[in-house]
């Protein structure tokens, strides 16, 4: 089983509407997650840190963790072209030989104009 | 602020030559620091890491190498390169900085072994 398992894609929505990305966990010992937005031929680009159960809102996005139920969520809302890019899920488990990150293989995001 | 540096920013290379990539942070004491791969249309595969100076973890065998002569320098190196080392290099970083613990990565590397 993968630490971190994502829907490769790709997803497409038209500009204006919601996109919604998801993601679910193995290891029920971790501890902080992420969200990565990486534009093709550039690094991962961190744009939401969640670590308790809920939502946390940052501008258009919003992050959704659910530690029951070993999930992680990102909502775009009012998705723009600039947000087509392909989107990671990242993992935290702090270990004694530093911090461990795990990475799904990340979900392709078209927004159609 | 913390930056992250990586050079060089493409690199093309001969099978078999040798290979030296060097990874830079500012603006932060003791990171953790962390090289990954990314092929192409692929995740992102986690190389090496360090928690200090002189200390290195491998996650996969391989004729790669990495060193960590500074606190805030990480090096990865290869004495003989192979078709299959083409890829995105990256350099990440992290501190403990509970509840977050967030990791950051520098520009990247992309490597073609010819």
């Known amino acids: 089983q993968k630490e971190v398992e994502q829907n490769s894609g790709p997803l497409s929505v038209p500009e204006g509407a919601i996109a919604s990305l998801n993601c679910t966990y193995s290891?029920?010992?971790?501890?902080?997650f992420f969200w990565y937005r990486q534009y093709s031929g550039k690094s991962p680009e961190l744009i939401m840190s969640?670590?308790?159960?809920g939502d946390k809102e940052d501008g258009r996005f919003t992050a959704q963790l659910n530690k029951a139920s070993q999930y992680v969520s990102l909502l775009i809302r009012d998705s723009q072209p600039s947000d087509s890019a392909t989107y990671l899920c990242a993992v935290n488990r702090r270990a004694n030989t530093g911090n461990q990150f795990y990475f799904g293989t990340g979900t392709s995001l078209t927004v159609i104009p | 602020s913390q930056t992250i540096h990586q050079w060089p920013a493409t690199l093309v290379q001969p099978v078999g030559s040798p290979l030296s990539l060097e990874c830079t942070v500012e603006?932060?004491?003791?990171?953790?620091l962390y090289w990954y791969r990314q092929a192409a249309g692929r995740g992102l595969q986690l190389l090496f890491y360090s928690v200090g100076i002189g200390q290195i973890s491998s996650e996969v065998p391989q004729n790669l190498s990495a060193s960590r002569p500074q606190d805030r320098q990480f090096i990865l190196s290869s004495k003989k390169l192979l078709l299959s080392d083409s890829g995105f290099y990256l350099c990440?970083?992290?501190?403990?900085?509970?509840?977050?613990?967030?990791?950051?990565f520098g520009p990247g590397t992309r490597l073609t072994v010819l």
């Open positions: 290891d029920r010992v971790s501890q902080s």
């Open positions: 603006g932060t004491s003791n990171p953790n």
């Open positions: 969640i670590y308790s159960n």
């Open positions: 990440a970083w992290s501190v403990r900085a509970p509840p977050y613990n967030e990791q950051f």
